[in-house]
């Protein structure tokens, strides 16, 4: 293996306020610094002026290096276009979940390299915007075969895949006999067995304000059916209106609960008492005219907030970290530091990770490296390419 030292970091982002030469604050800056990675692994971080041996050393000149984005939430393996759908919401048309058929309907029809194609490219352009390890769902498959293929694809590219069979009730069962009742027997049974060896989590749409997503009590039985075939829980919770998604993510022990747009006092003080994250998805807002989430007020409750695109084909078609978090910034009630750091450890968190999110001794080796001396660009440029992947 070659070690490298990445040096001429005006200002190093570690997200470890315990480290001797940081700043004291939760990002744990440390000014002129210098990093040591090695066989995919972080191996020493400090001031440059104490900066061991290493087999090749690399100058970043006076840029500012952070720990890669965690982006904790996607929707990246599907094909077709919705372009229209956004336009038409633009002049008015409210979001309901009903437009997620048409993505079934192409993804469905779509070749395995077709789709392994589209995801690749997806994947790439997250990389070029800072972000590292992405969290990948299935859930435009719909059926048997084709979640189960969503899944084996996700996991060419990322570990961090979701089965969300329970993403809504496809056309074929809406007017059917047993309807609901079969879709769901159906995702709890064979489609579960499928698509288990291929995820390490499930999730599901609780959103009883949309007709085509799942009550409480669906939701619950989708989530239960999961922890009992091995896998850990994530759920789409208060995204239309408010409803039992978040409070049912606290009592069941989900790692996350994600969009958390409506929120009541007790469902803050749920999330508050909890280990469950809540994430929030800010380019959903931006792109559908919702009202965006409060950030500030789970924050000051005592809330871990994690900070992800949601890229998908109908709600947010960008997988732009630092969108996000400029809107957050901006819209949300967040301060630039309260932003990156949901960006990053938040968004770790709320993977049960503690390798990523973070630059210190032993955690993978993830840097993004920005053309500018501060991460406070991320939010005073929005718009402009400043954060790359680095390793």
Same mark, same amino acid.
């Given at each position: 293996?070659?070690?490298?030292?990445?040096?001429?970091?005006?200002?190093?982002?570690? =997200?470890?306020?315990?480290?001797?030469?940081?700043?004291?604050?939760?990002?744990?800056?440390?000014?002129?610094?210098?990093?040591?990675?090695?066989?995919?692994?972080?191996?020493?971080?400090?001031?440059?002026?104490?900066?061991?041996?290493?087999?090749?050393?690399?100058?970043?000149?006076?840029?500012?290096?952070?720990?890669?984005?965690?982006?904790?939430?996607?929707?990246?393996?599907?094909?077709?276009?919705?372009?229209?759908?956004?336009?038409?919401?633009?002049?008015?048309?409210?979001?309901?979940?009903?437009?997620?058929?048409?993505?079934?309907?192409?993804?469905?029809?779509?070749?395995?390299?077709?789709?392994?194609?589209?995801?690749?490219?997806?994947?790439?352009?997250?990389?070029?915007?800072?972000?590292?390890?992405?969290?990948?769902?299935?859930?435009?498959?719909?059926?048997?075969? =084709?979640?189960?293929?969503?899944?084996?694809?996700?996991?060419?590219?990322?570990?961090?895949?979701?089965?969300?069979?329970?993403?809504?009730?496809?056309?074929?069962?809406?007017?059917?006999?047993?309807?609901?009742?079969?879709?769901?027997?159906?995702?709890?049974?064979?489609?579960?067995?499928?698509?288990?060896?291929?995820?390490?989590?499930?999730?599901?749409?609780?959103?009883? =304000?949309?007709?085509?997503?799942?009550?409480?009590?669906?939701?619950?039985?989708?989530?239960?059916?999961?922890?009992?075939?091995?896998?850990?829980?994530?759920?789409?919770? *208060?995204?239309?209106?408010?409803?039992?998604?978040?409070?049912?993510?606290?009592?069941?022990?989900?790692?996350?609960?994600?969009?958390?747009?409506?929120?009541?006092?007790?469902?803050?003080?749920?999330?508050?008492?909890?280990?469950?994250?809540?994430?929030?998805?800010?380019?959903?807002?931006?792109?559908?005219?919702?009202?965006?989430?409060?950030?500030?007020?789970?924050?000051?409750?005592?809330?871990?907030?994690?900070?992800?695109?949601?890229? *998908?084909?109908?709600?947010?078609? #960008? #997988?732009?970290?630092?969108?996000?978090?400029?809107?957050?910034?901006?819209?949300?009630?967040?301060?630039?530091?309260?932003?990156?750091?949901?960006?990053?450890?938040?968004?770790?968190? #709320?993977?049960?990770?503690?390798?990523?999110?973070?630059?210190?001794?032993?955690?993978?080796?993830?840097?993004?490296?920005?053309?500018?001396?501060?991460?406070?660009?991320?939010?005073?440029?929005?718009?402009?390419?400043?954060?790359?992947?680095?390793?």
């Amino acid at each position: 293996m070659t070690s490298t030292a990445w040096t001429g970091i005006s200002e190093l982002v570690t =997200n470890d306020p315990t480290h001797p030469e940081a700043d004291g604050s939760p990002l744990g800056i440390i000014t002129q610094a210098a990093v040591v990675t090695d066989g995919g692994k972080v191996v020493w971080v400090g001031a440059q002026h104490r900066l061991p041996d290493a087999d090749e050393r690399r100058d970043l000149g006076g840029r500012a290096v952070i720990p890669a984005f965690v982006d904790s939430h996607s929707h990246l393996v599907f094909a077709g276009d919705r372009s229209a759908e956004f336009a038409a919401r633009m002049t008015g048309e409210p979001y309901d979940g009903g437009g997620i058929a048409v993505s079934m309907a192409a993804t469905r029809a779509a070749t395995d390299d077709e789709l392994r194609a589209l995801v690749g490219a997806r994947v790439a352009e997250l990389h070029a915007q800072g972000t590292g390890v992405v969290e990948i769902k299935s859930g435009y498959g719909l059926d048997v075969d =084709n979640e189960a293929r969503a899944l084996r694809i996700a996991r060419e590219f990322t570990d961090e895949t979701t089965f969300l069979g329970a993403h809504v009730v496809p056309p074929e069962f809406r007017e059917s006999a047993g309807g609901r009742d079969d879709y769901l027997d159906l995702v709890c049974g064979d489609m579960l067995a499928a698509c288990a060896p291929h995820a390490r989590w499930i999730d599901v749409f609780c959103e009883p =304000n949309s007709v085509y997503a799942f009550t409480g009590e669906e939701s619950e039985r989708v989530l239960r059916a999961g922890l009992a075939a091995g896998l850990e829980l994530r759920v789409h919770g *208060n995204q239309l209106g408010h409803g039992p998604g978040a409070r049912l993510a606290v009592e069941l022990g989900a790692a996350s609960v994600d969009h958390c747009t409506f929120l009541s006092d007790a469902d803050v003080d749920a999330l508050a008492g909890s280990a469950t994250v809540a994430t929030l998805l800010p380019g959903v807002e931006f792109s559908t005219r919702s009202p965006y989430p409060d950030a500030r007020r789970l924050i000051d409750a005592g809330a871990t907030v994690a900070l992800a695109s949601d890229c *998908n084909p109908g709600t947010c078609y #960008s #997988s732009s970290i630092p969108f996000a978090i400029a809107v957050a910034v901006r819209d949300m009630g967040m301060t630039p530091a309260e932003a990156l750091l949901a960006a990053t450890a938040g968004a770790a968190q #709320s993977l049960r990770r503690t390798d990523i999110g973070v630059i210190r001794g032993g955690a993978q080796a993830d840097l993004t490296v920005l053309d500018a001396p501060s991460y406070l660009h991320l939010a005073y440029r929005p718009g402009v390419p400043v954060a790359r992947k680095l390793t």
